[in-house]
């Protein structure tokens, strides 16, 4: 079984960077998808991006987020990783690593996700 864990969210000024990072504590993930979702404060949660078993594929689903945000992952390392850029108000949210062993990437839908992690919050204010 998959044991995702998040780190690197925090307190951050409008403009600036943050990395997120997903590792597993449990089996191995590198024959899954992997990616992200975040959830903003009576919003729905959505899917940002994730990346395929053989890291070769990634999709984007947020037009918004394109050109900031950016998502890769390490198998020798066995982690996941989201580069975040030029933050603002508007991407503060709890933001949730997640996994499915089968082709998702496609849709990435929630309904899709056999495992996540417990969410890391990320606040964007001056």
């Known amino acids: 079984q998959l044991q995702l864990v998040e780190s690197g969210g925090g307190l951050v000024q409008p403009g600036g960077s943050l990395r997120l990072s997903c590792t597993d504590s449990?089996?191995?993930?590198?024959?899954?998808?992997i990616g992200w979702f975040r959830q903003a404060p009576g919003k729905e949660r959505e899917g940002i991006s994730c990346i395929n078993n053989n890291g070769g594929r990634i999709s984007d689903y947020v037009e918004s987020l394109k050109g900031r945000f950016t998502i890769s992952r390490d198998k020798a390392t066995n982690s996941l990783y989201l580069q975040m850029n030029d933050l603002t108000s508007e991407d503060t949210a709890v933001y949730y690593c997640?996994?499915?062993?089968?082709?998702?990437?496609?849709?990435?839908?929630?309904?899709?996700?056999?495992?996540w992690g417990k969410g890391t919050q990320v606040t964007v204010s001056s």
């Open positions: 997640a996994a499915a062993p089968w082709d998702v990437c496609g849709d990435w839908s929630a309904r899709d996700i056999n495992y």
């Open positions: 449990g089996s191995n993930f590198e024959m899954y998808d």
